[in-house]
Every structure is written in structure tokens, then in C-alpha cells.
């Protein structure tokens, strides 16, 4: 099953789980029931219109992981759990689940790991969906500011950075914007090159942003770079969230 999801086959890897039939007793059969259901959840997250179904295979993993009282299993879900829940709307929902994965992961690992970074930042997305655009850049300047404790060109710093830079564009902060900007084009070029799709989505978002601040000609450069290399790809255009919607 976890290969068939791999291969991006949800249905097939569903098809697979639903065989499995056991009451879980031992503790290493409640570990494995925790995997199924979080397996099934991450599958349904694949399929268009499926999210309750998953949220609710999420659910059940997490009273698994409680019973094993495993904060490690605990924070995966609760991330999960937010994921699923932002995505659904439920706002309120995803930011308790992103503060419930926090606590879990101090619990094991101290206040503000590298593995709390991406809770910082649903819960900025949470705010940012709700319109708080303050908590919205604490959040995702917290989230940022974690991550670069580790590693300066970590995975997630150049989406840490265009999210901080997206909030302040919206709020009209053009001047402190920019530097966000700028600094998620940076690492996204030292880790994956000029011609990736990341590279692709703060040219689009650099394109809005000089637009706004009275630039065109800039505005039409990064655009026009941004073009280039969806030429090469022309499958991508669909999968980008432009104009401000880095999620």
C-alpha cells in the first residue's frame, strides 16, 4: 500500500488496506494500527472531495498514538490533523491541531526544534485564511526564524521567507516586503537552480509585487522569467498558487 501511494495510486493502495482485518491488542499491533490509519488518511488526502474521509482515518490514528501515549506518533498527527482541517476551512480546527503538534514536539525535543517550524507556519497560513495578518507574520516569522537556527538554506526557509514577504505585501509594507522576496528567490537558487518551479512562483509573486509599488518594466521581467521556464514545463502551470497564495 505505501508503494501504491508512492506511485500516486491512492484507490490501488486503499484497495490494499482495507484487506487488512486484526483487533490490536499488543502494543506493537496498536503501532501498526496507528500506520494503517494514518496510511488511509494520507491516501483519501490524494482524492478530489475526500478530505473528511481522511481527517476522520487521522483521527483514529491519533487515539492510537494516545494509547501508546507516543509523543513522537502524537506530533506527526497533529500535524496531519492541522493540514487536513486548513485545507477543509476548519480554521479554528488547524490551529488547535498545529498548537497540539507544538506541545508534543517541546515535549520531546525542547521549545522552538527545527521540528516545530512547519507548525509555526500552518498556524500562519490559519491566520492568513482569517484575514489576522499580524498573527499571520509572527507566526511565519517565528516559523522562519526556527528554521534558520538550523540551516540557513533549509528545505522550507524559502517558503518561510515568500510567506513573510506575501504578508507584508498585503499589508501595504512594500519596503519590508521586498527583502522576503528577495530572500526566498536566494535559497531557492542555491538549492534547486534557476529554472525550478519554486523559482517559478516568487517570479510570479516578485511580477505582482513590482506591479503594486509602480514598477512595470521589473514586474514584466520577473514575469517574463517566469514564462521561460514554464515553457519547458507547461504541465506545472496548474499546480502553481501565484498572486500572494504560497501555502
Not at 84 to 90: A, F, I, L, V
Not at 117 to 141: D, Q, R, T, W
Not at 154 to 159: K, L, P, Q, S, Y
Amino acid at each position: 500500500a505505501t508503494v501504491k501511494l508512492k506511485q500516486n495510486k491512492p484507490e490501488e493502495a486503499i484497495n490494499l488496506l482495507s484487506k487488512i482485518k486484526f483487533t490490536p491488542s499488543s502494543p506493537k499491533e496498536q503501532d501498526i494500527a496507528y500506520n494503517i490509519q494514518l496510511l488511509f488518511g494520507d491516501c483519501y488526502t490524494k482524492i478530489n472531495n475526500q478530505k473528511d474521509v481522511a481527517l476522520q482515518h487521522y483521527l483514529e490514528a491519533k487515539k492510537w498514538a494516545e494509547k501508546l501515549k507516543d509523543f513522537s506518533m502524537l506530533g506527526d498527527i497533529y500535524h496531519k490533523i492541522g493540514l487536513c482541517s486548513y485545507e477543509m476551512g476548519k480554521a479554528d480546527d488547524a490551529r488547535k491541531a498545529f498548537n497540539s503538534a507544538i506541545e508534543c514536539e517541546t515535549r520531546i525535543y525542547g521549545k522552538d526544534h527545527i521540528s516545530q517550524s512547519l507548525e509555526y507556519n500552518g498556524i500562519g497560513n490559519v491566520y492568513f485564511f482569517m484575514h489576522n495578518l499580524n498573527l499571520a507574520l509572527e507566526n511565519y516569522k517565528r516559523a522562519l526564524a526556527i528554521a534558520n537556527k538550523t540551516n540557513h538554506y533549509g528545505t522550507d526557509n524559502a517558503m518561510f521567507a515568500l510567506n513573510v514577504a506575501i504578508v507584508y505585501a498585503t499589508k501595504g509594507d512594500f519596503d519590508n516586503a521586498k527583502p522576503y522576496f528577495y530572500l526566498s528567490l536566494d535559497i531557492n537558487k542555491h538549492k534547486y537552480g534557476e529554472k525550478s518551479m519554486a523559482i517559478t512562483q516568487v517570479y510570479l509573486n516578485l511580477g505582482v509585487f513590482f506591479y503594486q509599488i509602480g514598477k512595470p518594466d521589473k514586474a514584466f521581467d520577473f514575469n517574463s522569467h517566469a514564462e521561460a521556464i514554464l515553457k519547458n514545463d507547461p504541465s506545472q502551470r496548474k499546480s502553481l498558487e501565484i498572486v500572494y497564495l504560497n501555502k
